[in-house]
């Protein structure tokens, strides 16, 4: 079945007792048993409910592997994999521009449980094999990254972490599975923030752990119903939904991005543009090997001051000023002073998040118009500073 058929019909046969043709909304807490102990596969809705069961079927199919649980967010998600695997004494190897929140439940939630956490340019092999001791339980990646959307040879990295005797944990919210398939690559857990391209409407938080082997998703799955941070049936139908035009939207976003990468990297306010597609991207070789879209997503710096980027990012027309990405409405995000504000500056410099780096997530919006929106704030940046030199000559 193809990627776009089984975000239809895997795991979504019509409802057997009115043939109603979407699933209903499992909305309950309990359920009947015949005899005590005795059900149906679901007695209480912390532990399971068929809207989510549902859910985790088709993310399953999705990333093409047996087991998904979902969780109420991302880092919900990504907490249950951290708490499954981490002891103190124990290594984490992370990239050098992780996930804002990555950064933070590590450093302010585990750090000081006693897990050490390694935080290298991990596209370094010799940086790579410096990190890892027999300690490391797990090596955790984005790829492409947040929001410089660096992209990392994963395939390399899953050798590297299994040599040590640890798990590799992929990150795949940027790429999604329509456009990279990390199991293949050698990945042995996934997590997404469902929040962005699979909910894909901006009108959820959600997120998702996924696992090949059992052996590796149960202990994730039992803290699913142990600890309780699970997404209500509503939400998992919304995703449900979200979900059945996954390729379409991801189609329309990628087109967008290029269209936008192109546009910009023209301009002359621009110093620089991250997107995996331009071939000028340092990664641009690794993503054509290991994903089949360059997604969605478009940062670039602007040749200006911090405060020509707040004014920038504060006045578009199609793009709202937000965090958050991958929705059918574009958003802009000024990472220093939002995403990545838990990071000191002097760390964000030290990673190379430059303050006038800005993020764009294209919407499904017409690629002209949100290439007409970003070009006209630029020009307006450009005649502000002709209209202070005219000010400062008159003067
Ligand atoms: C790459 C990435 N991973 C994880 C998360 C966390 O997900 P959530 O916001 O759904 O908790 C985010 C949120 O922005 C993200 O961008």
Known sequence: MEFATKTIHAAQPSEPETGSLIAPIFQTSTYEQEAPGQHRGFDYSRTNNPTRARLEAVLAELEGVAHAAVFGSGLAAENAILQAYLRPGDEIVIPQDVYGGTYRILNRVFQPFGVVIRQIDIGDDAALAAALSPRTRLVWIESPTNPRLLVYDITAIARAAHAAGALLVVDNTFATPLFQQPF?????????????????????????????????????????????????????????????????????????????????????????????????????????????????????????????????????????????????????????????????????????????????????????????????GLDAVAAARGAVAVSAVGA
Not at 296 to 314: C, H, I, K, P, T
């Open 184 to 376: 293949q690559l050698g990945a042995d857990l996934v997590v997404h923030s469902v929040t962005k391209y699979l909910g894909g409407h901006s009108d959820l938080v959600q997120g998702a752990v996924l696992a090949r082997d059992a052996a590796v998703f149960e202990p994730v799955k039992f803290l699913q119903n142990a600890t309780g941070a699970i997404p209500s049936p509503f939400d998992c139908w919304l995703t449900l939904r979200g979900l059945k035009t996954l390729e379409l939207r991801m189609q329309r976003h990628e087109e967008n991005a290029r269209q936008i990468a192109a546009a910009l990297d023209a301009h002359p306010l621009v110093r620089r543009v991250y997107y995996p597609g331009l071939a000028s991207h340092p990664g641009h070789e690794i993503a054509r090997r290991q994903m089949t879209g360059f997604g969605g997503m478009v940062s670039f710096e602007l040749d200006g001051s911090v405060e020509e980027v707040v004014s920038f990012v504060s006045s578009r027309r199609f793009f709202a000023l937000g965090e958050s990405l991958g929705g059918v409405k574009a958003l802009v995000c000024h990472p220093a002073r939002m995403t990545h504000a838990s990071i000191p500056a002097a760390e964000r410099a030290a990673l190379g998040l430059s303050d006038t780096l800005i993020r764009l997530s294209p919407g499904c919006e017409h690629p002209r118009d949100l290439v007409a929106d970003l070009v006209s």
